[in-house]
């Protein structure tokens, strides 16, 4: 699959905007299945007009249970929309949003990376990678907090989890920023680190500082920080297929969001190549 | 052992007391689970103050889902965070497959603690109404499913005013019957 190009994260407000027939467009939507799940007749339009790739935060890849009743159905749910738009990309985290006693967390937790979560999480890309028929790609996320005694770093397990299975891998250029500041280490040396030969998807997103901790708010435009990553990789993540900027407070109108998608584009495609 | 490490964090992430409990006396919160040593030596070391700052951000961000369920109640109800919060950290969610929002599930689950916190002489006699007429509403726009209930108010006509900027002081009761279907709202008064 080649470069499709850079997009934005769908939200509701700039639905009239993208369906329009004039205006500053992206080059690609990111859909959140469960956007949908009530109105899958919406999402038909979108299709019909962009290329689209559906992000998930609710598989709970990690969670050591056999699977839930309700992992179960989510994945009918979302399979079900992918027969409708066809997206190139289906992706989640490598985390947990549930516990196996069956509590939500309603965001994501780190996983500890071990061996037995990486034959857990091989094992259910396997089978999502069956379910879906479509590419799946898992993505790196900004950890609250460290989990020490780990046997593998996160680069590790992603460098592993793709070469087992297959899947891609979605860098979150902006989370690994976040990582850096927070638990103190270089962003730009330990790109080297994830195997990003199998990075399929770019996410950048703005973040904000809080009491010292920075968070991936999704509230603010993406630093300059991330766009020099995002220049960093190219030439070496070969099979990227899409950008995509998240927003998801203080969402700006649209010629802003798509603005920065093109921005992001002109790095990773400069206009005279 | 994977999976009760993973039950210890969702369990101090999520609920107060246990959280209460891992600050005053691991070990003791630990010895209630199966964990290696490998698994011990993981949560021994955890931060507390990270995992403080990260339950109020998962309290927050559901805070916020919910938020955009009951605009209007936030704003004739400016204790609604705190009370919603309150509960929250006493009420762990569970995990649900569903085709609503994460506000509108959120909502239909703290629906009765919200009504009875709001129903007390600190807030708009038409307060537990309200917060009634916007989940109930949000869900059935959301998933199709009939609901219906009995308002002591004409809740309908108090959300436009609140919707026109205008805070309605002491309204008369007048009891209303609403049902909703999908997009639609139908009330009689009763």
């Known amino acids: ?273 | 052992m994977l999976a009760a490490l993973q039950d210890v964090l969702v369990a101090v992430a999520t609920d107060r007391a246990a959280r209460r409990r891992f600050a005053r006396d691991r070990e003791a919160v630990l010895a209630g689970y199966e964990l290696g040593e490998r698994e011990l030596a993981a949560l021994r070391a955890l931060p507390l103050a990270a995992i403080e700052r990260y339950a109020a951000s998962l309290e927050l961000k559901r805070w916020g889902e919910l938020a955009r369920v009951v605009p209007r109640t936030l704003r004739i109800a400016p204790s609604l965070p705190a009370i919603y919060r309150r509960w929250l950290g006493e009420h762990p969610a569970p995990a649900e497959d569903g085709v609503l929002s994460p506000g509108a599930r959120e909502g239909l689950r703290a629906l009765g603690e919200l009504r009875a916190a709001l129903a007390d002489d600190r807030h708009a006699d038409y307060a537990a109404d309200l917060v009634t007429y916007e989940v109930l509403g949000a869900a059935t726009r959301e998933d199709g499913v009939a609901r219906g209930f009995t308002a002591r108010f004409a809740v309908h006509d108090l959300a436009r005013s609140i919707d026109r900027g205008l805070v309605p002081i002491d309204p008369e009761p007048a009891p209303h019957d609403y049902r909703f279907a999908r997009a639609r709202v139908a009330w009689r008064a009763g």
Not at chain 1, 50 to 76: C, I, K, Q
């Open chain 1, 1 to 273: 699959m080649s470069f499709v190009g850079a997009g934005i994260g769908y939200r509701r407000t700039h639905r009239d905007a993208l369906l329009a027939d004039a205006g500053e467009r992206p080059a690609l939507l990111e859909i959140i299945p469960g956007h949908f799940f009530g109105e899958p007749e919406a999402l038909a339009p979108l299709a019909a007009r962009y290329p689209l790739v559906f992000h998930e935060v609710g598989l709970s890849l990690g969670t050591a249970d056999a699977g839930s009743a309700a992992s179960r159905a989510l994945v009918a749910r979302i399979r079900a929309l992918i027969d409708l738009a066809r997206p190139a990309l289906v992706t989640d985290h490598v985390a947990i949003t549930r516990s196996p006693g069956g509590v939500d967390l309603g965001h994501l937790c780190p996983l500890w990376y071990t061996r037995e979560a990486l034959a857990l999480v091989g094992d259910r890309v396997r089978a999502l990678q069956d379910r879906f028929g479509v590419p799946v790609a898992l993505e790196n996320i900004a950890a609250p907090f460290a989990l020490g005694e780990a046997e593998l770093t996160e680069a590790a397990f992603f460098g592993e989890l793709c070469a087992a299975t297959g899947c891609g891998m979605l860098l979150d250029l902006s989370n690994l920023i976040a990582n850096a500041r927070n638990f103190g280490f270089d962003a730009a040396a330990r790109l080297a680190d994830y195997p990003l030969e199998a990075v399929v998807q770019v996410h950048l997103a703005g973040g904000s500082d809080d009491r010292g901790f920075w968070v991936d708010s999704h509230d603010a435009p993406v630093g300059d920080d991330a766009f020099a990553l995002l220049a960093q990789l190219r030439g070496r993540a070969r099979s990227l297929v899409a950008i995509v900027v998240e927003r998801d407070d203080r969402v700006p109108p649209l010629p802003e969001l798509v603005a920065e998608a093109r921005r992001a584009e002109a790095l990773w495609r400069p206009p005279w190549i």
